[in-house]
């Protein structure tokens, strides 16, 4: 007879794939499964229960995704239990961080291809021309892909 408890991690486990596809670790895909299936709230113990993961563990993920603004950490009056609940739909929060982490990315090179500049203004003239000709050749790529992600943040997720 199949046990409910593997079964449901297997589940978890599949959806936490398609986060991990996209940079998070495992542990952040349990806690959004978890969250999901659960209408959206647990407090920081059930969601150790659901996940596997000890409330410590759980608790170090949950700031990565508060930052992204994926899930909202509050308590409630009447108890003193950390919940956790799902901030806003989920492919949008998802979509955002994906578009966050290829924003930083493009920053990132673009400022070092401004730093390679520098250098190539260094080398010998035919060694200059040739690598100039090659930054400029990525660096247009990587506009582009800048260009395409700004497009790709104003479109809503289905």
Do not use: W
Not at 19 to 27: A, D, E, L, R, T
Not at 46 to 66: H, P, R, W
């Amino acid at each position: 007879m199949p046990d409910e408890k593997k079964i449901k991690d297997m589940i978890y486990s599949t959806f936490s794939e398609i986060v991990n596809s996209i940079g998070y670790s495992p542990v952040h895909g349990k806690i959004l499964a978890a969250l999901f299936v659960n209408n959206g709230e647990l407090s920081l113990q059930e969601l150790a229960k659901e996940t596997g993961y000890s409330s410590s563990m759980i608790s170090l993920s949950l700031d990565f995704l508060e930052i992204f603004g994926i899930i909202k950490k509050r308590k409630k009056p009447q108890d003193r239990n950390l919940y956790i609940k799902l901030q806003g739909d989920l492919l949008e929060c998802l979509k955002n961080a994906i578009i966050i982490k290829v924003k930083k990315s493009i920053d990132e090179t673009l400022n070092e291809f401004e730093k390679n500049k520098k250098d190539i203004s260094k080398l010998s003239k035919n060694q200059g021309i040739k690598t100039q000709k090659t930054l400029k050749i990525l660096e247009k790529e990587i506009k582009r892909l800048k260009k395409y992600i700004d497009m790709l943040s104003e479109i809503k997720p289905p």
